[in-house]
């Protein structure tokens, strides 16, 4: 078996409340950029739009234990996981019931804690060999800082945050920091950023140019090298119900996901050795 620089699972809550900047083709690219080169990954789905499980090819009539039991009803990880077309990566499906979780865990105790505590039963499984050696899990969070978000980040190691190159991307950025930063003071502690990771860039748009700029200069060596420019074949695939990379592994896309991987994998071998 091979290993990765960090022995453990890497728990990756991929976050922003603001919709359609990439969060979930990137929850999927870059776990199946990661699955290719050996490394397995788990992407969960806590959307209640279900995006990243319909991406992966999870049509809804085959979602039978969902993110929503994992949830509500302490159900299993290792029960709702579902393989998908890549080898090595595994999706765990949402559906929209999850919508009604927020108001149903309003007043219950331990609200922010039930995604962790999931998370503590799959990596005993991952010890004991009950559960795939999953290396990375990303977990595809909604539009929203509510409590689905939290309980993300509560069960994280890290945040990864995309951001789209558009004129507002730094507006709202403010405000999920916040929410990281309460989380941190609360609920956990060992929180990181994982990195930022500029998507949508447009090379003919000098806007694209002046806002990664600014970004860069904001979060310094927190945002990624790779940057995701705007490419068409991206935004086709998941109709396919498949990741870029199967969709068009050639086209600018997928060639841009790759070198996340690699990028993501040689930062985590740095600070292994740091360590
Ligand atoms: N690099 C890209 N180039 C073109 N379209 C993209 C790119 N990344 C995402 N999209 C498209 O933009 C929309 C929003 O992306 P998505 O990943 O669903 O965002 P989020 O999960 O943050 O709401 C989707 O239709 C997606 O296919
Ligand atoms: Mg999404």
Not at 16 to 35: E, P, S
């Amino acid at each position: 078996m091979t290993e990765t620089p960090h022995g453990r699972v890497k728990i990756v809550a991929v976050a922003n409340q603001k919709g359609g900047v990439g969060k979930t083709t990137t929850a999927i690219n870059l776990g199946t950029a990661l699955a290719a080169v050996g490394t397995n990954c788990l992407v969960v789905d806590i959307d209640p739009q279900g995006n990243a499980s319909t991406g992966l090819g999870v049509e809804r009539s085959t979602r039978k234990v969902t993110t929503y039991d994992v949830l509500m009803n302490e159900g299993d990880f290792l029960e709702a996981m579902i393989e998908t077309k890549v080898p090595g990566l595994d999706v765990v499906p949402s559906v929209g019931e999850l919508a009604g979780a927020e108001a149903e865990l309003l007043h219950q105790e331990g609200r922010n804690y039930r995604l962790r505590g999931a998370f503590d039963r799959l990596r005993a499984q991952i010890e004991s060999g009950a559960a795939k050696p999953y290396k990375y899990v990303f977990i595809d969070c909604p539009p929203s800082l509510n409590v689905l978000t939290v309980n993300a980040m509560t069960a994280a190691d890290t945040v990864l945050v995309p951001l789209q190159c558009e004129f507002f991307a730094l507006e709202g950025l403010s405000q999920l920091m916040e929410t990281f930063q309460l989380v941190r003071s609360s609920t956990n502690p060992k929180l990181k950023i994982e990195g930022v990771l500029l998507t949508m860039y447009d090379k003919r748009n000098n806007l694209s140019e002046q806002v990664a700029d600014d970004v860069r200069s904001h979060f310094g060596e927190q945002v990624y090298d790779t940057v995701i420019p705007r490419n068409v074949t991206v935004s086709e695939a998941p109709s396919f119900g498949m990741p870029v990379l199967l969709y068009d592994i050639k086209s600018a896309g997928s060639q841009a996901y790759i070198k996340l991987a690699g990028e993501i994998l040689k930062r985590a071998g740095v600070q292994a050795e740091a360590a």
